[in-house]
């Protein structure tokens, strides 16, 4: 799924009352498969970044085109069809529903695609290591447990793209070195498009491809 953004603009209102511009970015191209690590400083907009790739904000100026498809011109819930379909997103938060086990929750994220396939969510949910942990509630994992549901969860529906926004800020050192490779490894599989914002040094030496979000804006 190869991605472009030209032109592209997002700003928000200071508690001043004045516009500062998060993202401006002229131009930037995202082959398809690629496995990027996008860094830079604490507010520099690489949560927003992806959260216009992901179609959940839309920019001021400029467009993000995916696979031959403007997510500007699109409406709200044609952009939540478009992302349901192809777009799968790892939060830092994991943002699971408690009440609900962890092959629940994969199957959630199934159900707005409008295709629930449970032998996959089961798949899934053993291929991260969490076999015999299906039925477990999320306050019953560990928070590296956890973050692995909100995986299987993004890989559920054979997304072309997997955007992850600080996969490992909750989990020690060694469990983010295994959720990283974990991702890498599956998405290299499934030839899709791996797109991750980290802060961690140690996360970063494991991509080969390292964009400091600061030095791509202009």
């Given at each position: 799924m190869a991605i472009t953004l030209e032109q592209l603009r997002k700003s928000y209102r200071t508690p001043e009352g004045a516009m500062h511009d998060v993202i401006r970015i002229r131009r930037l191209d995202i082959p398809d498969g690629a496995q990027w690590v996008i860094t830079g400083?604490?507010?520099?907009?690489?949560?927003t970044l992806l959260n216009l790739l992901g179609g959940i904000v839309t920019p001021d100026e400029?467009?993000?085109i995916i696979d031959g498809t403007n997510l500007g011109a699109l409406s709200e819930p044609a952009r939540d069809r478009f992302r349901a379909k192809h777009i799968?997103?790892?939060f830092q938060t994991f943002n699971l529903?408690?009440?609900?086990?962890?092959?629940?929750?994969?199957?959630?994220?199934?159900?707005?695609?409008?295709?629930?396939?449970?032998?996959?969510?089961?798949?899934?949910?053993?291929?991260?290591?969490l076999k015999e942990?299906?039925?477990?509630?999320?306050?019953?994992?560990?928070?590296?447990?956890?973050?692995?549901?909100?995986?299987?969860?993004?890989l559920a529906n054979r997304p072309s793209l997997i955007l992850a926004d600080e996969p490992t800020g909750n989990v020690d050192p060694a469990a983010g070195d295994t959720i990283v490779d974990l991702l890498k490894e599956i998405c290299r599989e499934g030839g899709q498009t791996l797109l991750l914002v980290t802060h961690q040094p140690?996360?970063?030496?494991?991509?080969?491809?390292?964009?400091?979000l600061s030095k791509l804006q202009n």
């Open positions: 400083q604490s507010g520099s907009g690489k949560s400029g467009t993000v799968g997103y790892v529903l408690q009440g609900f086990s962890a092959l629940e929750n994969v199957l959630l994220g199934m159900l707005f695609a409008g295709h629930v396939e449970k032998a996959r969510a089961a798949s899934l949910l053993e291929r991260v290591g942990r299906m039925r477990y509630r999320p306050s019953e994992l560990s928070v590296g447990q956890q973050q692995r549901v909100a995986i299987a969860r993004a140690q996360v970063v030496a494991r991509f080969p491809d390292v964009f400091d």
